[in-house]
């Protein structure tokens, strides 16, 4: 009977403890819990609700129109070619940026002394600001002024108007979003460098594998792996969100042919104010970024880390 | 299968050197280890031999071939690593079967080499899984596996076991001993640990400083140290040692330390000066002295029994500070505390003089390999 009365004293006790340890666990969590609610979860459903009405920004009334916005947005030639032209923009930008920061991270990686420099060179571009750097490229690139334009007549290939020719405009502004990538991409490949064994390129060349290109093949590049998914998820997700050159730059011309996803939505929203069809489209970006990180998160991942 | 040379290879880095005129020969189906402290140039050198380091001066022989100025892929020496440098990528079968893949060798007859290595690891069933898969003992035989697929000329190790649990690198050690042997290849084998050196190779070169010390059969090394350092690098525990003096006195050659005065052997070819006296614990025994013996006493300092033997400390008495580790049977009562009267045989005595070189204390033919056994009193 006392035993039992112990032993019920003790559940008891324990229970309390477990109780306070839960409540203390909660009360540790509750800060950044109501943070992310606030900054991230509230404002996903308040788009995501603004997406079901037909307010204006400004207006006093609005209503409810389910989803007539998203089925409009499918329709709508604009928003199509912009989005069109989001894809080609990041199917030149994730390519060019990806391998071009290996070959970078590669070279830089071989330097010893000239290392730190060539690092800082190439990952300059990443600190600018590119609001300001798109007014430069688009001198450099100007078609009357630019000392580009110069150096590519006195070569005797002619003039380039880049942002005023339709078939070059994405290339011109994929070149730029090259250029602003490749030095982050180098710094995240130099580390993935970095992280792999010396003993694995000691066993491959014993082993027979010897020249540069096999052991890049054979070592470096399967080593690479994990980085590489790593980098062309956050590339492909950077050059999704394409704004500010075009903005600058192009505003979408010519002939919409530079309309991006970001810029599309930002001219609905904030310059003809029509806040749910521009709701939309950013839950449509949101869902296309999604993936990616879901595509990176579930399929390729398990597969490259060793 | 071929045996393996060093002519006077050096290895500078900048203006240290690493490796000093090493020179070595090591015959067709021999296992030699090379064993030092870190950064003594063990693994420098079997670094070259691999073709992996670059000599600064020397010649390499695989067999008669000179492959000093040749690639590692074209030395036909396959290596086990450290880390055992298993490419994660691979499954066990491409990691051993990689090389034979890159040789171009059709798949039939890789699968059929890699399953025979395989089997001969004991590691057949494992074939399909990835390093990480794999526990450190099982990885270590993929290693191992990889370089036996190969026929190579001959295996070097570097640290192969230093990366396993103490219980598994006895097992490893004696199977890899055993491999070698039932092979007959000639190995190199690099190792910081002494048990693998004495235990595994049929020779075994003591490095210091990038210069080898000594070569030698393991017996020839434990009684036969040429110098200080390789009498304390070898054996464990430690080899007592005691600073004194040599004199000659009335036709005898006695050593004298603060409160100590021992008869030498006569035959000790010893000019008087500065010395240190050396005295393996097990050469500690408690015997009663004898012409042929020299005895210490003291005071029993700490006692570790370890069931087979007892690893007695004492204080040597009458000298301040020389504390002396005696290795005795395991049956005999000691208590901390207790005087206590050990004697060494003149033939387990090791002598050194000031410059830490050994002295003969025997003519040739000495009786050294006598140590350890009971002499009759």
Redesign the interface.
């Known amino acids: 009977m006392t035993v039992a009365l112990k032993i019920g004293r003790v559940s008891a006790s324990r229970n309390a403890q477990l109780r306070a340890e839960a409540a203390a666990g909660y009360a540790f969590v509750t800060p950044a819990l109501i943070l992310i609610m606030v900054l991230l979860i509230a404002p996903i459903v308040v788009v995501l609700l603004l997406s079901l009405t037909d307010y204006q920004l400004g207006a006093l009334e609005w209503s409810w129109v389910g989803l007539a916005n998203y089925s409009d947005m499918l329709g709508d030639r604009i928003f199509l070619r912009s989005l069109g032209n989001t894809f080609i923009y990041v199917a030149i930008v994730v390519p060019g940026s990806v391998v071009l920061g290996l070959l970078v991270a590669i070279l830089v990686q071989e330097r010893t002394k000239s290392k730190a420099i060539y690092q800082t060179i190439f990952f300059l571009p990443v600190t600018t600001t590119l609001i300001a750097m798109s007014v430069v490229w688009h001198f450099l690139l100007n078609p009357s002024l630019g000392p580009i334009t110069s150096l590519t007549r006195a070569l005797g290939l002619g003039e380039f108007d880049v942002f005023g020719d339709p078939d070059l405009v994405l290339v011109g502004l994929a070149v730029i979003g090259i250029w602003q990538l490749v030095g982050f991409n180098m710094i995240l490949f130099l580390a993935g460098l970095t992280a792999i064994?010396r003993?694995?390129y000691?066993?491959a060349?014993?082993?027979?594998?010897?020249g540069a290109w096999?052991r890049f093949a054979?070592?470096t590049w399967?080593?690479l792996?994990p980085t590489t998914l790593f980098v062309v998820v956050t590339t492909t997700i950077t050059a999704f969100r394409v704004f500010d050159t075009v903005a600058v730059i192009t505003r979408g011309n010519p002939q919409g042919r530079s309309d991006v996803l970001l810029y599309t939505l930002y001219k609905v929203g904030f310059q003809d104010f029509n806040m749910g069809p521009a709701s939309a489209m950013t839950i449509a970006f949101l869902v296309f970024v999604l993936v990616i990180a879901l595509a990176q998160a579930f399929l390729i991942d398990r597969r490259t880390h060793? | 299968m071929s045996g393996l040379s060093f002519n006077d290879v050096s290895k500078r880095f900048g203006t240290s050197t690493v490796v000093d005129r090493f020179t070595l020969d090591v015959a067709e189906g021999e296992f030699v280890a090379l064993v030092g402290p870190s950064g003594c140039g063990k693994t420098t050198s079997l670094?070259i031999l691999?073709?992996?380091e670059e000599a600064s001066a020397g010649q390499l022989l695989v067999g008669a071939r000179d492959v000093t100025e040749l690639?590692?892929?074209d030395r036909n020496?396959?290596?086990v690593?450290?880390?055992y440098?298993?490419?994660?990528?691979m499954t066990a079968a491409q990691n051993i079967g990689?090389?034979l893949s890159?040789?171009g060798l059709d798949k039939v007859t890789i699968t059929d080499r890699v399953q025979r290595a395989a089997d001969r690891l004991a590691i057949g069933h494992l074939l399909e899984r990835?390093?990480?898969e794999l526990s450190g003992g099982q990885r270590q035989r993929v290693a191992v596996a990889?370089c036996i697929v190969r026929e190579p000329a001959a295996f070097l190790f570097d640290e192969p076991l230093s990366n396993l649990d103490a219980k598994l690198r006895g097992t490893a050690r004696v199977e890899i001993a055993r491999l070698q042997k039932t092979l007959g290849i000639t190995t190199l084998y690099v190792t910081h640990d002494q048990v693998e050196a004495m235990t595994m190779a049929d020779r075994v070169v003591l490095m210091d400083a990038g210069r080898i010390r000594q070569i030698g059969t393991p017996m020839q090394l434990y009684h036969h140290p040429v110098d200080l350092f390789v009498a304390t690098f070898l054996g464990s525990p430690a080899m007592n040692l005691l600073a004194g003096e040599v004199r000659h006195d009335r036709g005898e050659v006695r050593f004298s330390a603060p409160g100590l005065d021992l008869r030498l052997p006569e035959t000790t070819h010893c000019a008087p000066g500065p010395v240190t006296l050396g005295l393996r614990p097990e050469a500690l025994e408690r015997m009663p002295t004898a012409p042929d013996r020299i005895a210490l006493t003291g005071v029993v300092d700490h006692v570790e029994h370890l069931g087979a033997e007892t690893l007695v400390q004492f204080a040597v008495q009458g000298s301040r500070d020389a504390s002396m580790t005696a290795r005795i049977p395991g049956g005999w009562p000691v208590r901390a505390g207790a005087p206590v009267t050990l004697s060494a045989a003149h033939v387990a005595l090791h002598l050194f003089d000031a410059t830490g070189s050994a002295v003969a204390l025997h003519f040739a033919g000495s009786a050294r390999a006598s140590v350890g056994q009971r002499v009759p009193a």
């Open positions: 064994p003993d694995l000691d066993a060349d014993i082993d027979g594998a010897d096999d054979r070592v399967p080593m792996g060793y | 670094r691999a073709g992996l690639p590692a892929r020496l396959a290596m690593f450290q880390s440098a298993l490419y994660p990528h990689f090389a890159l040789q990835r390093p990480k990889r």
